[in-house]
């Protein structure tokens, strides 16, 4: 009983998950053993249940489109515009951290299945242990990412480095861990990204099946952790000593190279698995494209022009959801089908612009949707970062997020050429467009960078144009709903269950950040 209760304390506090809670048999093996049962789990099962899990997290239409999405201002609510206006549901953010330690905890169980010598000789059935090693620390890293860059301080784990402040996804020892700092957590997110580069054994495969990250393609998991330290690295330079070190060497190792690079978990075309987003517009219809991307698109702010990409985001106004669904409407490249809905509207408003917003694209809204993790695309614009805001660099990344999205080949020429050079403002700007859909990515970006700027996104305080006039009105007020937030939000609030359940640990860790507050910023957040 003592046990049962603090495998429950543990999972409530969200440090647990299935695989600890597997561990904790002992006093039961008559009664948990099935016959018809491998004695050993099956590694790669474990991997693709926690990147679908990664995936079903960060993307869905809670965590996501309730939260980032809209605030990146790609999307803007029809109903519950509160959300937009930053009042996020708490429970979003719970679900998040809850998770997302879900899914490192099960990536743990694969280290600790190719690192125990009862179960490595097994599980080297199933992939390289080393692979299988490094594959799951690049994950582990690929997820602690997303939480420090969210929350700020948390409770961390580490496979190669013993500090005592990293307590994370060990229960048994540690059920009410301490929140590492952030600079520790960048830190050893770099080392290890570094360390399972150069641990992966390039002639064998990771998984030798199921692998739905990487096909068991070992180049592409060297390359994504390459890459993926050098978006840490470059998010975290002039803060974390030996960051800048960290950009040449990941460059030097050998990052992503093309769009084959590319890393994400792609649903089945299927309505038993389906992409979290296309599974909820089946039922709902509360998202638009938002009025201030679409104005993007259209080169009615910037200063880019027409990208042939609107055609690729949105579908067309008035466009029946059930063709949007089976992708049978006709793509339409007039720019007067494409208005969105005007984002950060009071509810009294919403209803009334509708008429002229658009809903997402059939290529979004699709069962077999990949939602990427890192594409090549973003690759090339840290480079061109890392080179000065090189010209070809940027000019790179566009071409290859057109060509992901299925811009045509001409398209994609006529627009490369008549970009403008290459500034800070102008490589952030169209790394933003590239990065729709990966709105987590885009929200660290802009409280990194402060791109894109005030002159394409709308911040509290400013007006802009409504699809049609309410009472004469032809402009509203962008109004935050939180009291004293001016700017985008800098962070989520730390989970209920964390302060209910680790409230010392908490109370530190919120006064170690400054403020458990939506506009404490993280210690890149220089903008």
């Known amino acids: 009983m003592k046990n049962i209760k603090k495998i429950a304390y543990a999972f409530a506090a969200v440090l647990l998950s299935s695989s600890a809670i597997v561990s904790c048999t002992q006093d039961f093996d008559r009664i948990n053993t099935n016959p018809n049962s491998p004695e050993v789990a099956l590694s790669y099962g474990i991997w693709n249940g926690a990147n679908k899990l990664v995936t079903d997290a960060t993307r869905n239409s809670f965590e996501s489109a309730r939260v980032t999405l809209p605030w990146m201002q790609y999307s803007a609510q029809v109903n519950y515009t509160e959300e937009d206006r930053y009042q996020y549901r708490l429970t979003s953010g719970d679900a998040l951290w809850t998770n997302l330690y879900t899914a490192a905890s099960n990536y743990k169980k694969i280290i600790?299945?190719?690192?125990?010598?009862?179960?490595?000789?097994?599980?080297?059935?199933?992939?390289?242990?080393?692979?299988?090693?490094?594959?799951?620390?690049?994950?582990?890293?690929?997820?602690?990412?997303?939480?420090?860059?969210?929350?700020?301080?948390?409770?961390?784990?580490?496979?190669?480095?013993?500090?005592?402040?990293?307590?994370?996804l060990n229960a048994n020892e540690f059920l009410k861990p301490k929140f590492a700092s952030q600079a520790k957590v960048y830190e050893d997110i770099l080392k290890e990204l570094k360390e399972s580069a150069a641990m992966v054994e390039?002639?064998?495969?990771?998984?030798?099946?199921?692998?739905?990250?990487?096909?068991?393609?070992?180049?592409?998991?060297?390359?994504?952790?390459?890459?993926?330290?050098?978006?840490?690295?470059?998010?975290?330079?002039?803060?974390?000593?030996?960051?800048?070190?960290?950009?040449?060497?990941?460059?030097?190792?050998?990052?992503?190279?093309?769009?084959?690079?590319?890393?994400?978990?792609?649903?089945?075309?299927?309505?038993?698995?389906?992409s979290p987003l296309y599974n909820d517009f089946r039922t709902r219809s509360d998202f638009s494209v938002s009025k201030v991307f679409i104005d993007l698109l259209k080169g009615k702010n910037g200063n880019f022009g027409l990208d042939p990409r609107l055609f690729k985001y949105a579908a067309p106004m008035g466009t029946l959801k059930a063709s949007i669904l089976d992708g049978s409407y006709v793509e339409s490249t007039d720019p007067a089908d494409y208005v969105g809905q005007p984002y950060g509207l009071d509810q009294s408003l919403s209803t009334s612009q509708s008429g002229q917003a658009n809903f997402f694209s059939k290529y979004v809204y699709k069962k077999d949707y990949t939602e990427i993790l890192m594409e090549y695309s973003e690759v090339e614009?840290?480079?061109?970062?890392?080179?000065?805001?090189?010209?070809?660099?940027?000019?790179?990344?566009?071409?290859?997020?057109?060509?992901?999205?299925?811009?045509?080949?001409?398209?994609?020429?006529?627009?490369?050429?008549?970009?403008?050079?290459?500034?800070?403002?102008?490589?952030?700007?169209?790394?933003?467009?590239?990065?729709?859909?990966?709105?987590?990515?885009?929200?660290?970006?802009?409280?990194?960078?402060?791109?894109?700027?005030?002159?394409?996104?709308?911040?509290?305080?400013?007006?802009?144009?409504?699809?049609?006039?309410?009472?004469?009105?032809?402009?509203?007020?962008?109004?935050?709903?939180?009291?004293?937030?001016?700017?985008?939000?800098?962070?989520?609030?730390?989970?209920?269950?964390?302060?209910?359940?680790?409230?010392?640990?908490?109370?530190?860790?919120?006064?170690?950040?400054?403020?458990?507050?939506?506009?404490?910023?993280?210690?890149?957040?220089?903008?």
């Not at 799951?136 to 500090?163: E, K, Q, W």
């Not at 792609?266 to 309505?271: F, I, P, R």
């Not at 990344?397 to 403002?425: E, N, R």
């Open 112 to 168: 600790d299945l190719n690192t125990d010598p009862a179960t490595a000789g097994s599980t080297s059935a199933y992939g390289a242990n080393a692979n299988q090693i490094a594959a799951a620390r690049v994950m582990l890293s690929y997820v602690f990412l997303n939480l420090a860059d969210t929350f700020g301080d948390i409770p961390y784990y580490s496979y190669g480095n013993p500090d005592a402040d990293f307590q994370a």
């Open 381 to 527: 614009f840290l480079l061109s970062e890392a080179n000065g805001w090189d010209q070809a660099h940027y000019e790179a990344g566009v071409a290859a997020s057109m060509a992901k999205w299925g811009v045509s080949d001409s398209d994609i020429a006529a627009f490369v050429a008549q970009l403008p050079p290459a500034t800070k403002a102008n490589v952030l700007t169209q790394k933003y467009v590239a990065l729709f859909m990966q709105p987590y990515e885009a929200w660290a970006e802009y409280r990194r960078t402060g791109y894109p700027d005030t002159s394409i996104l709308l911040l509290p305080g400013e007006s802009y144009a409504l699809n049609v006039p309410v009472n004469g009105a032809t402009t509203y007020t962008f109004e935050s709903l939180i009291p004293g937030l001016n700017d985008l939000p800098k962070r989520l609030f730390y989970p209920t269950v964390i302060q209910t359940l680790n409230p010392e640990n908490y109370a530190a860790a919120a006064a170690a950040i400054g403020g458990d507050k939506m506009d404490t910023p993280l210690i890149w957040d220089k903008n």
């Open 202 to 274: 390039t002639e064998k495969q990771v998984f030798t099946q199921g692998d739905i990250l990487f096909d068991g393609d070992a180049m592409k998991l060297k390359k994504f952790a390459n890459s993926l330290r050098l978006r840490v690295a470059t998010r975290v330079k002039g803060v974390v000593p030996g960051a800048e070190a960290h950009i040449t060497d990941a460059i030097s190792s050998g990052v992503m190279t093309s769009n084959d690079d590319n890393v994400g978990v792609t649903y089945e075309n299927s309505l038993v698995n389906p």
